[in-house]
């Protein structure tokens, strides 16, 4: 199973940010902390770390208009401000480092579908251009055509969004139009909160027979998170990317990407990632 640790992911992170040291919860120190905690793990020999070119611009052009790549580069390259209405500061390295990070998504998923599609800033459930899933890790890919039924898994704690803004705020211009839910919790619940609403939303999930699955395993839920409200153990990670393994071994013939995500205490997240390493690899 392949692992994408590369040096321009690992760039990924804000440097400047409004902790009381000035730095960024989202700073390239929680990449640095996975990648040593995976390397001191058992599960260190069974997987292959590997790099990935990053992402062309005829790729990124592919979801993003040319005036916000042009707006992107601009920003970062006068070092000022932010790139969202929220805490996304605009810096020179962040362009090629977020290319690097969807560079790595699409390496995993060669032939996976890319339509065009107009512009549409995503929404910043945790960062921007959805370079913040960090680091992805495949899982016995197969080859998905431009028809395949794809299911997206997101298990972050989701707060408002943030949108991207080059002065103007385009209306939403979605590459697909998907069936989606979302359950909610309340604040301070945990892996029994959880555990009782997850096998209704696996059922949906299957229901969709999905032919490849994308797993975004957010880490801001877990407990001691420094941004999140629940208190998740990894266990709840282990769990879902268990059942997502069997989801994906029955209809999808063990296509599955899982991606990194939010999760600002690396105890916490360093554990929950490796969980679903380790799931995979079961």
């Known amino acids: ?4 640790t590369g040096a321009g992911m690992a760039a990924y992170g804000f440097t400047r940010g409004s902790l009381p040291d000035g730095r960024h919860y989202y700073d390239p120190g929680r990449f640095t902390a996975f ?9 260190a020999p069974q997987v292959r770390e590997q790099d990935a070119p990053p992402a062309t611009d005829a790729e990124l052009l592919r979801f993003h208009s040319p005036a916000h790549l042009e707006f992107i580069r601009r920003r970062c390259a006068e070092d000022r401000g932010a790139l969202d209405h929220g805490p996304t500061p605009a810096q020179p390295h962040m362009p090629a480092a977020a290319a690097s990070v969807v560079g790595a998504v699409l390496d995993a998923t060669p032939t996976a579908p ?30 998905p055509s431009s ?5 997206l898994l997101d298990i972050h704690q989701h707060a408002a969004s943030h949108w991207y803004s080059d002065g103007h705020e385009p209306e939403p211009a979605p590459i697909v139009t998907p069936r989606a839910r ?13 555990a ?4 209704e939303q696996l059922a949906w999930l299957g229901a969709h027979t ?28 282990a769990r879902v990317a268990r059942d997502l393994v069997a989801l994906a071994d029955h209809h999808a013939d063990g296509r599955l990407l899982a991606l990194g995500g939010g999760g600002y205490h690396p105890p916490a997240f360093t554990a929950a990632w490796l969980a679903v390493i380790s799931a995979l690899l079961a």
Request: charged fraction near 20%; glycine fraction near 8%; proline fraction near 13%.
């Open 1 to 4: 199973m392949a692992v994408y």
């Open 35 to 43: 990648a040593a905690a995976l390397r001191a793990s058992e599960l």
């Open 114 to 143: 890319r339509p065009r599609a107009p512009h549409r800033p995503p929404p910043r459930s945790n960062h921007r251009l959805r370079r913040h899933r960090r680091p992805p890790r495949r899982r016995r890919l197969g080859t």
């Open 147 to 151: 028809t395949t039924p794809v299911v």
């Open 182 to 194: 979302s359950f909610a919790l309340n604040a301070g619940a945990g892996d029994p909160g959880f």
């Open 196 to 199: 009782a609403l997850w096998p």
């Open 210 to 237: 999905p032919a490849f699955i994308v797993l975004n395993a957010g880490a801001d839920g877990l407990a001691g998170d420094r941004l999140g409200s629940l208190l998740y153990s990894p266990r709840v990670h």
